[in-house]
Nanobody
Framework: QVQLVESGGGLVQAGVSLRLSCTAS????????MGWFRQAPGKEREFVGV????????LYTDSLKGRFTISRDNAKNTVYLQMNNLKPEDTAVYYC??????????????WGQGTQVTVSS
């Protein structure tokens, strides 16, 4: 059974950094591109970024380039989302997802339950 478990969320003040983790089990981790998404209250889910199975070529939504960085450690079956200079508008539930369809496919096979990030001003 595949499981994706996010962690690292919380309540933080604007301007600080936070690193989210997503640990996978039940799949061949390096065979999957791993994406991060977020959903703010009352809004649709938003693509944050994605990283290929072997860690190269991360892609980001334009508005978050330079502040958010995705990395992965295949030995630990974990993907990370480093978020810097957080803003109140970054408040959302953050989800990781796994895709065997390739970096730019937009198709994801498995999703985590999400972790809440709340940024206060």
């Amino acid at each position: 059974q595949v499981q994706l478990v996010e962690s690292g969320g919380g309540l933080v003040q604007a301007g600080v950094s936070l690193r989210l983790s997503c640990t996978a089990s039940g799949l061949t981790f390096s065979a999957y591109a791993m994406g991060w998404f977020r959903q703010a209250p009352g809004k649709e889910r938003e693509f944050v970024g994605v990283i290929s199975g072997f860690g190269g070529n991360p892609l980001y939504t334009d508005s978050l380039k330079g502040r958010f960085t995705i990395s992965r450690d295949n030995a630990k079956n974990t993907v990370y989302l480093q978020m810097n200079n957080l803003k109140p508008e970054d408040t959302a539930v953050y989800y990781c997802a796994a895709s065997r369809h390739g970096l730019g496919s937009g198709q994801y096979d498995y999703w985590g339950q999400g972790t809440q990030v709340t940024v206060s001003s």
